[in-house]
C-alpha cells in the first residue's frame, strides 16, 4: 500500500557527513532495513488479504478490467510503474489484485515511512510485503526565525531575521513554506543568515508577498536513501517485484506530475549492483472513471515492458554522464506511462473530450468494451493536443461547451438526449407511470439493507470530506483532493460496517433469547445467523439499489419528453450537428495519427477528382477509373494483412487471452500499431441504427454521404479482419522480435465487434 506514492530521492550517494548519518540513524531507527527472502506465511497474508480487498473491491467499484495482461512479464525482476496516482491507498490494491490474478505474482509497493508506522494502514502495508521509505518532507520541522527573499533582485538568496541556518539547514536538504506552499532543496548554507536555494519558489501572489513581508519556515534534513536502495537491489535481484508511483504523491490533477528520480536509480542500480539482473519495467495506466465515487468503473493498462540497454546501465556508472543516463531513463519510462493513460492540460479539456468521445458517430462508444474507450479516449486527446490551434476545432470545443452547460441546466445526461420522443408524449404517460412503480417497488426491496448501512455511509462520506479537506490544504499539487476520497470511504466502511453488523446481531442475539426464538441454537450461532442476515440483506440491496438508480437515471428523459418537448427538441438537433461536426473532423484530420487503423474510410486517399475542367462524361468516366484502381489496391492490401495474419498463426503457439484487448491490426508499413478499434470503421453502421429498413449485414459504403463514396473501398472492412482473425482459432498471437502484434484473445468474449454492435442495434429496433 503507497501513502502518497513514496518515492526515494534524486540521489544514492551517501554525503559521508556526521549530520547525514545521524540523519540516516533516526530515519531507519534501531533496525537497519535489509532484504530477507518472504516465508510462506508471509505469502499466504498477502494473498489473503488481496482476496479480502478484492471482496471489497467488488462492491465498491462495478467494474475493473486489465488490459494488455498478455504482456506481463511472468518471471525475472519486474519494476511496476504506475500513474496517475489518482486514489491513494487504493491505486496499488487494485494494481496487486490484477497482477496477481493475471501473472500469479506478488508485488512489493514502496510506502512513505510515515503510512507504514500508522496505525490502521502500518499493519496492512506490512502483510501486503511493502518496502518503508523515509521522506524529507514527513520529517520538517519549525524553524527559528523569519525568512525573505527578494524575487527581483535575486529569487535563490535567502536572508533570514534571528536564523541559525548553520545548525539547523543542510545542504541538500529542504526549506519549507508555512500551510505547504511549497519547499526547496537547499543548494549552499552561506552563514546563519544566509543560504542560497537549488531552484526557486514557485510564483505566486500568495508566496511573493509571504516572501517579501518575511514568513516562518520549516527544514527538513537530507534523508539518505543508501540503505532503502540495496534493499530494492536485492529483491530485484533475486527475482520479485517492485511497484512504485513515481509522480512521489497522489493527486486528482488531469494531467502527470514529473517523475522522481527514484525509479530510475532503482533500475540501473539494480544492473550495476547484479550484472545478471535483468529488470524490466511495466508501465501501468490506471485510468478510472469518477475515481472517488462508489460503484465507479477502473480499467488497468499494462504497457509493453521496457528493457534498458547494457550502453545505458554504463552510461549510469559513469560520473560524467551518470545524470544523463538517469535522465534518458526517466524519458522512456515517461513516454511509456503516456502511452497507457489519458493525459489532459487542464480540466475544460477533459470535458470537450469525454464529450467527443460520446458524441463521435452516434454513440458509438457506448458499444465498446471499458479498455476500448479508454483507448478512445486517449486517440481523442491526442487529437486535440495536436490539431487545438485549428479555426475548426476551436469553434467545436465552443458548441461543444455550450452543449455541456445545456445539459448541466436541464439536469440530463448525454447518454439519455436519445431517449428522449418528443413526437410520441401520450406513447410515454404509461412508459413513465410504469417507471415509476417499478422505482417504487426497488425503493421498498433496497430499504431496508440503505437503512442498515445508512451510518456507514454517514460515516465514511463526513470522514473522507474531511480528509479531503485536510489533504487540499497540505498539499500544492491537488485540485480539489478527490484522490483520497476513496480511499478513506473504503477504509471507514472496512472498519465500520463489521463493528455495526456485530451491534445489530447482538441486539438481535438479545431478543431472540428474550423472546426464546431460534431456541433450538446456541447464542454464538444465533448471533453468527444474524450478523449473515445483515450483510446479505445489505449486499442485496445494493444490488437493487443499482439497478434502482439506473431507472431513477431513465425516468428524466421521459419526463422531460412529454413537458420540455421545446428544450429537448433544440437538444437534440444540437446534439446531431455536433455529432455529424464531430465524425466530421475526427475522420479528416485522424488519419493524420493513426494512419494504420482507418480500415474502411481511407479519407487520404480523396482528393478533389479533377484539377482542370471536363465535361461530365469525363469526369463520371474518371471517377469511375479511380474506384477500380482504389477497389484494386484495397484487395491486394487485404490479401497481404491476411497472408501475413495466417503465416503468423501457423507459426506462434496458443497463449492465454486477454479477455479485455482488441485485435490489433496488423501494420504494413512496419511501423508500430496502437491496439485497432473500429472507431473509423463501423461509422455507417451506426448512422443506420435508427433505420429499420436497411439490412445491418448489407450496410456499407453505399450509406455514407457521397461525397465519401468514391473515397471508400467498396468490399474492405474491419467486420474482414474480424472474421479472418475468428478462423484463426481465437488464439492470442504474439511474436516479440517482430515490427507488430496480434492479440485475438477478445473473440472468445466478444466474437467481434460488428456482430455485437448489430446485435445491440437489433435489440435496440426490436424494443421500439
Not at 511496476?80 to 496487486?96: G, K, S, T
Not at 501473472?103 to 512513505?112: D, N, W, Y
Not at 463520371?620 to 491486394?636: G, I, L, P
Not at 484473445?745 to 424494443?767: T, V
Amino acid at each position: 500500500m503507497s501513502h502518497h506514492a513514496a518515492n526515494p530521492g534524486s540521489s544514492n550517494e551517501s554525503s559521508g557527513s556526521a549530520d547525514s548519518n545521524k540523519t540516516l540513524r533516526r530515519s531507519l531507527g534501531s533496525q537497519p532495513l535489509q532484504y530477507r527472502p518472504f516465508s510462506a506465511r508471509q505469502m499466504w497474508l498477502y494473498d489473503f488479504i488481496m482476496w479480502m480487498f478484492l471482496v471489497i473491491f467488488d462492491c465498491f467499484f462495478r467494474e475493473i478490467r486489465p488490459r494488455g495482461a498478455f504482456r506481463l512479464p511472468k518471471k525475472g525482476a519486474v519494476i511496476f510503474v504506475a500513474a496517475p496516482h489518482a486514489n491513494q491507498f487504493v491505486d496499488p490494491m487494485i494494481l496487486m489484485n490484477q497482477v496477481k490474478r493475471e501473472a500469479g505474482r506478488r508485488v512489493s509497493f514502496l510506502i512513505a515511512q510515515k503510512s507504514y508506522k500508522h496505525s490502521v494502514i502500518g499493519p496492512l502495508s506490512r502483510a501486503q510485503l511493502s518496502i518503508p521509505v523515509q521522506r524529507a518532507q514527513d520529517m520538517l520541522q519549525a524553524g527559528t526565525g523569519k525568512i525573505y527573499l527578494d524575487f527581483e533582485k535575486n529569487p535563490l538568496l535567502v536572508t533570514g531575521e534571528g536564523t541559525k541556518f548553520t545548525h539547523e539547514c543542510m545542504h541538500r536538504g529542504l526549506l519549507a513554506l508555512p500551510k505547504s506552499l511549497g519547499a526547496v532543496e537547499i543548494d549552499e548554507i552561506i552563514s546563519d543568515t544566509k543560504l542560497t536555494l537549488r531552484k526557486e519558489f514557485t510564483r505566486s501572489d500568495t508566496i511573493v508577498k509571504l516572501l517579501s513581508k518575511g514568513t516562518p519556515f520549516k527544514v527538513a534534513d537530507k534523508i539518505d536513501q543508501k540503505q532503502v536502495y540495496q534493499y530494492v537491489f536485492d529483491h530485484l535481484s533475486a527475482g520479485n517485484c517492485v511497484g512504485i508511483f513515481p509522480e512521489g504523491g497522489s493527486h486528482d490533477r488531469t494531467d502527470l506530475l514529473p517523475l522522481k528520480a527514484g525509479v530510475a536509480i532503482m533500475a540501473l542500480g539494480a544492473m550495476t549492483n547484479d550484472p545478471d539482473c535483468n529488470v524490466k519495467i511495466v508501465p501501468c495506466g490506471m485510468n478510472y472513471f469518477n475515481a472517488h465515487k462508489f460503484r465507479s468503473r477502473a480499467v488497468v493498462e499494462f504497457g509493453h515492458p521496457i528493457e534498458f540497454l547494457r550502453d545505458l546501465v554504463d552510461k549510469y556508472n559513469d560520473p560524467a554522464t551518470h545524470k544523463q543516463s538517469i535522465s534518458e531513463c526517466l524519458e522512456i519510462i515517461t513516454n511509456g506511462l503516456r502511452a497507457v493513460t489519458v493525459n489532459c492540460q487542464d480540466y475544460e479539456t477533459l470535458m470537450v473530450v469525454q464529450a467527443a468521445r460520446r458524441l463521435y458517430a452516434g454513440n458509438f462508444a457506448q458499444y465498446l468494451p471499458l479498455p476500448m474507450v479508454v483507448e478512445m479516449n486517449r486517440r481523442l486527446v491526442l487529437g486535440y493536443e495536436t490539431f487545438k490551434d485549428q479555426p475548426d476545432l476551436k469553434r467545436l470545443k465552443s458548441k461543444i461547451l455550450h452543449y455541456n452547460e445545456l445539459l448541466k441546466i436541464n439536469h440530463l445526461p448525454d447518454h439519455h438526449v436519445e431517449d428522449c420522443d418528443v413526437s410520441h408524449k401520450l406513447n410515454l404517460i404509461p412508459i413513465l407511470v410504469f417507471r415509476i412503480m417499478k422505482l417504487i417497488f426497488f425503493v421498498i426491496l433496497a430499504l431496508p439493507g440503505a437503512i442498515l448501512f445508512s451510518p456507514v455511509f454517514a460515516i465514511s462520506k463526513h470522514v473522507s470530506k474531511k480528509k479531503a479537506e485536510t489533504a487540499l490544504a497540505n498539499s500544492t499539487v491537488k485540485v480539489k483532493a478527490n484522490d483520497v476520497v476513496a480511499t478513506w470511504k473504503i477504509l471507514i466502511s472496512m472498519g465500520a460496517a463489521p463493528v455495526l453488523y456485530s451491534f445489530y446481531a447482538s441486539i438481535g442475539t438479545w431478543y431472540c433469547k428474550r423472546k426464546s426464538y431460534l431456541s433450538s441454537y446456541g447464542l454464538i450461532s444465533i448471533w453468527f445467523i444474524l450478523y449473515m442476515l445483515g450483510v446479505l440483506v445489505t449486499y442485496s440491496a445494493l444490488i437493487t439499489g443499482e439497478q434502482g438508480l439506473d431507472l431513477l437515471k431513465s425516468i428524466r428523459p421521459v419526463y422531460l419528453s412529454i413537458f420540455s418537448g421545446a428544450s429537448i427538441t433544440k437538444l437534440k438537433e444540437l446534439r446531431r450537428e455536433l455529432s455529424e461536426e464531430i465524425t466530421d473532423f475526427v475522420n479528416r484530420y485522424g488519419l493524420e495519427l493513426f494512419p494504420d487503423d482507418f480500415n474502411l474510410l481511407e479519407i487520404k486517399d480523396y482528393k478533389e477528382p479533377v484539377q482542370k475542367e471536363m465535361d461530365s462524361d469525363e469526369e463520371e468516366e474518371f471517377k469511375t477509373q479511380q474506384m477500380r484502381n482504389r477497389r484494386t489496391a484495397v484487395k491486394k492490401e487485404r490479401a497481404a494483412r491476411k497472408a501475413a495474419l495466417q503465416s503468423v498463426a501457423e507459426s506462434a503457439k496458443a497463449s492465454d487471452s486477454d479477455s479485455s484487448s482488441i485485435v490489433e491490426s496488423v501494420p504494413l508499413r512496419n511501423t508500430q500499431s496502437y491496439t485497432n478499434i473500429p472507431m473509423f470503421s463501423d461509422y455507417d453502421l451506426h448512422m443506420n441504427e435508427k433505420n429499420s429498413q436497411v439490412d445491418l449485414k448489407s450496410v456499407g459504403s453505399s450509406a455514407l454521404p457521397s461525397a465519401l463514396q468514391s473515397a471508400l473501398p467498396s468490399s474492405s472492412s474491419i467486420i474482414d479482419d474480424f472474421d479472418h482473425q475468428k478462423s484463426l482459432s481465437g488464439h492470442e498471437l504474439s511474436q516479440e522480435s517482430s515490427d507488430f502484434e496480434l492479440n485475438f484473445g477478445a473473440l472468445k468474449d466478444e466474437k467481434n465487434i460488428s456482430s455485437k454492435i448489430q446485435s445491440k442495434i437489433r435489440q435496440s429496433r426490436g424494443s421500439q
